[in-house]
């Protein structure tokens, strides 16, 4: 899967047990039971789906023997059950479970289950989506259709009939290959599907709806013919191509790099606009948020571009890393998406450029993934224990887990880690197999010792590593050593092997040094380096070789040297980053006096200058250079060791900060600008242009908002694609102007009806940093295009808002109020959804007292409400403990 808010309880809210039970990674066994063959039978209908299931369960020898068969049920009623034909009255259910009692060695089981889809708001097993049917089966919504051993580690082969009402559903899709269709009576009509590889519940996926395809064929390396189609609603169609196109790429690269081949002859990929994650891998069907299906440059930036890309390509790589190899149970979950995520991250560094997307995966991580290892909800990349499985779906399992393997693939070097993918893949095919599995076939095929390197996956908290440096006779001496923090669970921790790639400069001489990869893996620990020449500068964790903290005292001047001159372009970019995160700290801590804020200040002008005109530079990386630190990544700098971090001192200095960059580069701001808004749309060098121009007008409205406004609006009304307009809009957003209302009036009228592109007239105006913008959210949820029961509505409007630290910090607590009422409203419809909100109300200590206490007192109004789902009783009761 991929990650990506009326009080009124539906009928089918799961009751809550007052404490659910914690489950252990420690616990596990294998199922008593193998299910070879399953067989499912859907009579298809909005309001009523009746669903036959009939499986042979065989013993397992691999396990303790039971005569138990637990099947796994979620708000179900059991219409009838038979065991080998026989009709069973003396079940028994265990809470949401059915058990039988099978004392044989081999029974045959039948179910029917009745369901309602319309009535079905958690989005979670077989749901209504805009008049079709749909599914989400990960991790636990299978056993919202039928009982069923619904766990990962029960692989069997499916053969669906589906059957409803031609009209309504036109269309009727399922997992691997159709195999049968036909018309039956009274406007009936069915399909048969038949998937040959073996699978886990979770993978199941039904459509039935309303749909047209785009399609292209590909043609794998050994000369089979896949058909693939994109299937969205008529009106949609002519939004696809750039899909289609990213899956055949997708289907090539990997199996250029990683050998791997797709295996069935069909490829569907459904998009939905009612969905929980981003998209979701079901074997041979994927189903996925419209979001990261329809672009057009009329209506997608060129993130929105790379996110379609990058999507599509996670979900295609899945299936060999999660689909023909599964994870055992959920705590392996890092097994198949930590991995996805790094194939997928290199998949879009091959196909638009090493340097940025490496750049924009590190702001991920430190922007969602260090909250979390920071914070009272840090878990290691593998979990001991869980409550709620939707819970970790997280940052830390997903992008720090791709950190983790990338680090393995540098101490490996790319052949050798090649031929540790390749142990993998040929070892554990047709398994579902663990985290501990994958490190040894890495061990095994690379040649690599990975012992001490284990720890990455049990121990929780980001790293940080301290950095001294000594001029030596024959070299420059690094000495580092490093601490992990305590995290909760977890007090102590033991030294991690840390790969860093440095090399050392010469200031002085502008030689760039050699550069080398050095293994951390004592507590301290020193290492001598060559040196290029006099007045050494280091360059240390280049590429962002290991997901840590470097906390090293860089004068000035250094920082400036590494942000114009280091080889590397992450490095660079990781100076200007240190130039404006040390200075905006430090000023925040109230730290600095006037003279030595001043000195700060043109430091970093001084710097900026450099890159604004530098012409070697690519404008697709002068972008990044030119962005500022987050105030989420300031306030993790600022809330380290003992000190706690203050939201407002934070916001205030970073906008002191732009209008003073604003003011002192006015010409070259103006004269970037003119440039790049010469470049037309199709220009190669365009899609760099389009990102510095947004970057340019927001540095200049904080320093004369009046301009800026007025540039905006005029960039506004000429754009020819989304990137431009909407950068215009989100600018405009932040200053008070009559502009402003009537862009986002013209926005809105000329978008109507358009859900993807209405959702960001919904989060432009909740991330602005506008004085009011409370108000304007508040409005914005009385807007009749605001509904609580779709998930990208509800994101774009909240999320973006509780993304917005002037807003969500506002001294009086009504920022946090706001996201309480929201959790307190949406836990009752969609659970999975209202826990992800949680987390930005569970940074409370780490935060200054006056606020601290009233994001504290809104985590205990939430606690006290009753019937709480699991998901965010688990994350609110674990964000108080901390
Ligand atoms: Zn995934």
């Not at 299931?53 to 059991?78: C, I, Q, W, Y």
């Not at 024959?474 to 007090?491: C, I």
């Not at 604004?612 to 962005?627: F, I, P, S, V």
């Amino acid at each position: 899967m991929d990650i990506a808010h009326n009080p009124i309880a539906p009928e089918d809210a799961p009751a809550t047990p007052a404490e659910p039970p914690v489950i252990l990674r420690a616990d596990y066994k294998p199922f008593p039971w193998l299910l070879p063959e399953t067989k499912l039978v859907f009579n298809l209908g909005l309001e009523k789906t009746r669903v036959l299931a009939s499986f042979k369960v065989e013993r397992n020898p691999a396990a303790e023997a039971s005569n138990e068969l637990r099947l796994n049920g979620d708000s179900l009623t059991p219409a009838r059950v038979t065991v080998d034909d026989v009709t069973v009255e003396d079940y028994v259910m265990d809470g949401p479970d059915l058990i039988l009692t099978v004392p044989g060695d081999s029974h045959t089981i039948m179910i029917e289950t009745e369901i309602d889809p319309s009535a079905n708001t958690t989005l979670m097993g077989l749901y209504a989506s805009n008049g079709m049917l749909c599914t989400q089966c990960e991790a636990e919504g299978f056993r919202r259709i039928t009982f069923f051993p619904d766990r990962p580690d029960v692989l069997s082969t499916y053969w669906v009939h589906m059957s409803g009402p031609k009209e309504l559903f036109p269309v009727l899709l399922c997992n691997g290959n159709k195999v049968a269709e036909g018309e039956s009576e009274n406007g009936q009509h069915f399909a048969e599907w038949h998937d040959p590889w073996p699978k886990p519940s979770y993978l199941f996926a039904l459509v039935a709806g309303d749909l047209v395809a785009n399609s292209a064929p590909f043609t794998t390396m050994s000369g089979r013919e896949v058909e693939c189609n994109i299937w969205v609603r008529a009106e949609d169609l002519s939004r696809t191509d750039h899909a289609l196109a990213s899956l055949h790429h997708s289907m090539k690269w990997d199996e250029e790099t990683f050998g791997r081949e797709y295996d069935l002859d069909l490829y569907n990929i459904v998009a939905v606009s009612d969905f929980n994650m981003g998209a979701m891998e079901n074997k041979g069907l994927n189903v996925f948020n419209t979001k990261y299906v329809l672009a057009d440059p009329d209506t997608a930036t060129d993130a929105d571009y790379d996110g379609v890309e990058g999507v599509i390509a996670h979900e295609y790589f899945h299936n060999w890393s999660g689909n023909r190899i599964t994870c055992r149970d959920w705590f392996q979950l890092s097994l198949k998406e930590g991995f996805t995520v790094l194939r997928d991250q290199l998949f879009s560094q091959d196909m638009r450029g090493e340097a940025v997307k490496r750049i924009e995966d590190v702001r991920i991580l430190r922007a969602a993934q260090f909250p979390e290892d920071a914070g009272p909800l840090a878990h290691p990349i593998r979990p001991d224990s869980y409550r709620e499985i939707s819970n970790f779906y997280t940052a830390t399992v997903y992008n720090k887990g791709a950190e983790v393997i990338r680090m393995m693939r540098s101490m490996a070097g790319l052949e050798r880690f090649r031929a540790g993918t390749d142990l993998y893949f040929n070892r554990h095919d047709g398994e579902a197999a663990t985290c501990e599995d994958f490190i040894k076939s890495i061990e095994d095929g690379a040649g690599l010792d990975l012992e001490q390197f284990r720890l990455w996956y049990r121990q929780a908290g980001t790293p940080r590593v301290k950095v001294r440096q000594e001029t030596a006779r024959d070299g420059l001496t690094l000495t580092l050593s490093q601490t992990v923090p305590p995290t909760p669970g977890q007090p102590d921790k033991q030294a991690m092997p840390i790969p860093l790639r440095v090399a050392v400069h010469s200031r002085a001489t502008g030689q760039i040094g050699e550069e080398q990869l050095i293994v951390l893996t004592e507590s301290e620990q020193s290492f001598t380096l060559p040196m290029a020449g006099p007045d050494p500068v280091v360059s240390i964790n280049r590429g962002y070789t290991a997901p840590v903290v470097i906390e090293h005292d860089v004068p000035l001047e250094d920082l400036g040297f590494l942000a114009a001159h280091d080889d590397d372009p992450f490095a660079r970019y990781e100076a200007m980053q240190q130039l404006s995160v040390g200075h905006l700290v430090a000023a925040a801590s109230g730290e600095l006096d006037e003279t030595q804020r001043a000195a700060g200040k043109t430091a970093i002008g001084d710097a900026l200058a450099a890159i604004l005109t530098d012409e070697a530079l690519d404008d697709n990386m002068r972008g990044e250079l030119m962005l500022l630190p987050s105030e989420t990544y300031l306030f993790e700098q600022m809330a380290s060791g003992a000190r706690l971090a203050d939201p407002g001192a934070i916001h205030a200095e970073r906008e002191a900060l732009k209008t003073a960059l604003g003011t002192m580069l006015k010409r070259e701001l103006e004269g970037l600008y003119a440039r790049t808004a010469s470049v037309g749309f199709d220009d190669p060098t365009g899609r760099g242009a389009r990102k510095v121009k947004t970057q340019v007008l927001a540095l200049l409205a904080a320093s004369d908002p009046e301009q800026a406004a007025g540039m905006a609006a005029q960039q506004f009304d000429a754009a020819d694609n989304m990137t431009d307009r909407q950068g215009a809009l989100m600018v405009l957003c932040g200053i008070e102007s009559p502009q402003r209302a009537d862009a986002l009036k013209a926005f809105f009228d000329r978008y109507t009806g358009n859900d993807l592109v209405i959702d960001k007239w919904f989060t432009l105006q909740a991330l602005a940093p506008h004085a009011d913008v409370i108000d304007h959210v508040k409005a914005l949820a009385e807007h009749d295009d605001f509904t609580i029961k779709n998930p990208n509505r509800v994101r774009s409007l909240y999320m973006a808002f509780a993304d917005n630290p002037a807003g969500f910090h506002d001294p009086s607590g009504d920022g946090y109020r706001l996201i309480a009422d929201l959790i307190l409203a949406l836990d009752p419809i969609n659970p999975q959804t209202a826990a992800r909100f949680v987390s930005p109300l569970g940074k409370w200590r780490r935060i200054e007292p006056k606020r601290a206490a009233m994001m504290k007192a809104e985590l205990e109004r939430i606690a006290a409400a009753s019937g709480l789902s699991r998901d965010t009783s688990e994350q609110v009761t674990r964000s108080l403990e901390g």
